[in-house]
C-alpha cells in the first residue's frame, strides 16, 4: 500500500530535517536578493513570498490530523517542527514589513495595525502563533499538562483561519489564490467537525 | 523636464515600466500583461466617439490624431494600491481631441470604454471583472491640460502592456483612472459608470483624486513604495493630488474630498 511505502520511506527521516527542508524557500528568496531574480517591485515580492510559505506551512500542519484519521498517514512526529517554521515565516514576513516595507515609519504602523481589518486579523494571528511557538518543546507539554497544552494548541485553528482572512482583506476583486487557501483552510477546519464515531443512542 | 507639466524628479526605466502592470484584461499579476499582451492587434485601430458630441462617429486612431501636437510629459504615477512610478509619456492632450470632435454645451462628463476581446485577453475570458473597462472624468478634468490621451512612451509607441495603442492618462488620480486600450469616448450629461466604483463603491470613488488624507477603507494611502527604487529607499510621501495641486486643486474647492473621494 502506498500508506505502508510513505511510511517505510520516512522511517530515516528525523524530525530536525524537516527545518533543513523549510530553510530551502529563505535560501532562494536570498539567492534571488542578490542575482536581482526579484522583478521591479523586490519589496512586495519578498513580503508576499515569505507570507505565502507561512501560509502553507499553516495549511501543511492542519493537514498532519485529518490524514492520519481518513487516510492512516502518520506524519504527526513533523507536526512540530512544520509548525515552528509556519511561526517563523510569520515572523519574517511581519519583520520585512515593519523594515522593508513600512522602513520604521511607526506612526503609519500604529495607525495600520488599529485601524487597517487586514492588518489587524494578520497581526492576530501572529499573536496566536506566538505562545504555540514558545511552548512547541516537550518541556512545555510537562509543565503545562498535556491537556493543557493540547487545548492552548487549538489556537491554531482561529490563527489559520485570520491568516487566510488576511490574504483575501488585502487583494483587489477575487483572484484565486486566496480563496483557494481559504477554502483549504476552512475546508481542513471542517474535518475536525466530523463526528469520530456514530453516536451513541441514550437509553430512553 | 520638458515643458511647464513635467516633472524633474528621473524616470523609471523602461524595464520597470513594462514589468509591472495592473492591466486585469491580461490577468490579476502585474507580470500577466507583460507575458500574454503580445498578442494585441493593436492595428487597425479605431476609436469610436459618441453622445452629446457634434461629429460622432467611428474614427481611424491616425484620423483622430492628424495635427494634434503630440508633446513629451514626464508624469508622477500613484497606483490605489500604495506604489508609484515616474513615466515619460508622449501623447495629446484629451482637450484638443474633444475640442476636434465638438463637445456640446449639455456635455458634463467623458466615459472611456478600454477593449474587450476574449480571444486576446485571457483576463477577458475569464471574467475577471466586469468588461469592458469603463472610466470617466468630469468635463473640466478631462478639459484639463494635463489630461493626456498618450500614445507612447520614451518616444516608442505605447506597449500593449501599458495601454496600446492609446490609453488616459490623469496623473493627479489613481491610476485606474487611466483606462487602456481605448475604443470609445461618450460624451454625456451624466456621472457614467465606472467599473471599479461599479465594482466596489465604498473603496473607488468616481474622483479618485490621490490624497494621502483619504485612506482606502483597507490601506493607508499616506505614502507610496517608488518602484524601481531598490531594497532600502523605496517609500516617500504621498502627496495631495499626487504633487499637482498647484494645477488641479481649483477644480475642487466646492468640493468635501473626503465625501467625493
Given amino acids: 500500500m502506498l500508506r505502508d511505502t510513505i511510511h517505510r520511506g520516512l522511517r530515516p527521516v528525523r524530525p530536525w530535517m524537516v527545518y533543513t527542508l523549510g530553510v530551502l524557500p529563505a535560501l532562494l528568496l536570498v539567492i534571488d536578493v542578490f542575482t536581482g531574480n526579484l522583478g521591479v517591485d523586490p519589496v512586495k515580492t519578498i513580503e508576499h513570498r515569505v507570507g505565502e510559505v507561512a501560509l502553507q506551512l499553516i495549511v501543511a500542519g492542519l493537514c498532519i490530523t485529518p490524514l492520519r484519521r481518513f487516510a492512516g498517514l502518520n506524519l504527526i512526529r513533523f507536526r512540530r517542527q512544520i509548525g515552528v517554521l509556519a511561526f517563523v515565516y510569520a515572523t519574517l514576513h511581519l519583520l520585512v514589513w515593519i523594515t522593508l516595507d513600512l522602513q520604521f515609519r511607526w506612526s503609519e504602523i500604529g495607525a495600520d495595525l488599529v485601524k487597517r481589518p487586514y492588518i489587524i486579523v494578520g497581526f492576530a494571528a501572529f499573536l496566536m502563533l506566538l505562545p504555540l511557538a514558545v511552548t512547541s518543546n516537550n518541556a512545555a507539554i510537562r509543565r503545562m499538562g498535556a491537556a493543557a497544552w493540547q487545548r492552548l494548541h487549538w489556537l491554531t485553528y482561529p490563527a489559520a483561519a485570520l491568516a487566510g482572512l488576511h490574504f483575501i482583506l488585502l487583494v483587489k476583486a477575487w483572484p484565486a489564490e486566496p480563496l483557494i487557501y481559504m477554502g483549504a483552510i476552512l475546508a481542513l477546519l471542517g474535518l475536525r467537525l466530523i463526528p469520530r464515531a456514530a453516536p451513541r443512542r441514550m437509553p430512553a | 523636464a520638458t515643458g511647464p507639466y513635467s516633472t524633474d524628479e528621473a524616470p523609471n526605466s523602461l524595464e520597470d515600466i513594462t514589468s509591472y502592470n495592473n492591466f486585469y484584461e491580461f490577468g490579476f499579476d502585474k507580470t500577466d500583461p507583460a507575458a500574454h499582451a503580445g498578442k494585441l492587434t493593436t492595428s487597425p485601430w479605431a476609436v469610436e466617439v459618441d453622445g452629446l458630441v457634434d461629429r460622432p462617429g467611428s474614427y481611424d486612431l491616425v484620423d483622430l490624431l492628424k495635427g494634434l501636437p503630440v508633446e513629451e510629459r514626464i508624469y508622477r504615477f500613484r497606483c490605489v494600491e500604495a506604489w ?51 472610466e470617466g472624468l468630469r468635463m ?67 474622483y479618485a483624486n490621490v490624497n494621502p488624507e483619504v485612506d482606502h477603507p483597507r490601506w493607508s494611502q499616506a505614502s507610496e513604495r517608488r518602484i524601481g527604487a531598490g531594497l532600502f529607499a523605496s517609500r516617500v510621501d504621498t502627496q495631495k493630488f499626487n504633487g499637482y495641486g498647484d494645477l488641479v486643486a481649483d477644480l475642487y474647492k466646492e468640493q468635501d474630498l473626503a465625501r467625493d473621494y
Fill in chain 2, 84 to 134: 508609484s512610478m515616474v513615466i515619460p509619456w508622449n501623447g495629446v492632450q484629451l482637450s484638443h481631441v474633444l475640442d476636434r470632435v465638438g463637445v456640446q454645451p449639455g456635455a458634463k462628463f467623458v466615459q472611456f470604454t478600454s477593449l474587450a476581446r476574449p480571444e486576446e485577453m485571457p483576463g477577458v475570458k475569464a471574467g475577471l471583472l466586469d468588461w469592458p473597462y469603463r
Fill in chain 2, 140 to 206: 473640466d478634468e478631462a478639459m484639463h491640460p494635463l489630461t493626456l490621451l498618450a500614445t507612447g512612451i520614451y518616444g516608442e509607441p505605447m506597449p500593449n502592456q501599458n495601454g496600446a495603442p492609446i490609453r488616459l492618462v490623469v496623473p493627479w488620480k489613481y491610476g485606474f483612472k487611466s483606462a487602456k486600450s481605448l475604443v470609445k469616448i461618450t460624451l454625456t450629461d451624466r456621472m457614467p459608470y465606472t467599473t471599479w466604483n461599479a465594482l466596489q463603491p465604498k473603496e473607488y470613488g468616481f
